[in-house]
T-cell receptor, first 116, second 115 residues
Framework: AQTVTQSQPEMSVQEAETVTLSCTYDTSESDYYLFWYKQPPSRQMILVIRQEAYKQQNATENRFSVNFQKAAKSFSLKISDSQLGDAAMYFC?????????????WGAGTKLIIKP | NAGVMQNPRHLVRRRGQEARLRCSPM?????VYWYRQLPEEGLKFMVY????????ESGMPKERFSAEFPKEGPSILRIQQVVRGDSAAYFC?????????????FGPGTRLTVT
């Protein structure tokens, strides 16, 4: 069974600086998707970025980028120029590309604190 | 295009009562997922449905919990005889079929409190 591990329960960063959130996963599959979701205090789950495992190029969305290391099964999120609005829980999630069930498997989350 | 809608946003039930949580997927989406989030934890998969079919309910407790997604109307997650341990946030996500099925769009969640 697949598992997702986020080893940092909480991270803090100074506003305008860069922070990296860690995520590792375990799977025997070769084709899958990885996601980072943001959950602000409103509790709405917001997709930040996604990565297809078959793509070697790291995904980027504005100030958000990932470092995808397939062999190491690592999928970290880098947030550049941190803003106060980035404060939230961040969840890493995995999804198989094959089969018939596309459920997301989630890490426990990292709480990101932005210091003004 | 309206997003995924869930109601109610907050639901308070006494132990032993029934809770009904509703989810209206995004227009054109025929796949619905339900997840549960306990305090200070990530989400846990409960059930995956397509119109009129339960595809996978491996994450759902065998007793008291049921889900449906009828041909017309919202998906319903039903919890009978609620207990304090059912207190959690319940999220619904929807996705279209086909190649775009990898992306799930989440509703705002229903926070269930059992007193």
């Amino acid at each position: 069974a697949q598992t997702v591990t986020q080893s940092q329960p909480e991270m803090s960063v100074q506003e305008a600086e860069t922070v990296t959130l860690s995520c590792t996963y375990d799977t025997s599959e070769s084709d899958y998707y990885l996601f980072w979701y943001k959950q602000p205090p409103s509790r709405q789950m917001i997709l930040v970025i996604r990565q297809e495992a078959y793509k070697q190029q790291n995904a980027t969305e504005n100030r958000f980028s990932v470092n995808f290391q397939k062999a190491a099964k690592s999928f970290s999120l880098k947030i550049s120029d941190s803003q106060l609005g980035d404060a939230a829980m961040y969840f890493c999630a995995y999804r198989s590309a094959g089969g018939s069930n596309y459920q997301l498997i989630w890490g426990a989350g990292t709480k990101l604190i932005i210091k003004p | 295009n309206a997003g995924v809608m869930q109601n109610p946003r907050h639901l308070v039930r006494r132990r032993g009562q029934e809770a009904r949580l509703r989810c209206s997927p995004m227009k054109g989406h025929s796949h619905v997922y339900w997840y549960r989030q306990l305090p200070e934890e990530g989400l846990k998969f409960m059930v995956y449905l397509q119109k009129e079919n339960i595809i996978d309910e491996s994450g759902m407790p065998k007793e008291r919990f049921s889900a449906e997604f009828p041909k017309e109307g919202p998906s319903i997650l039903r919890i009978q005889q609620v207990v304090r341990g059912d207190s959690a946030a319940y999220f619904c996500a929807s996705s279209p079929g086909g190649k775009a099925a990898y992306e799930q769009y989440f509703g705002p969640g229903t926070r269930l409190t059992v007193t």
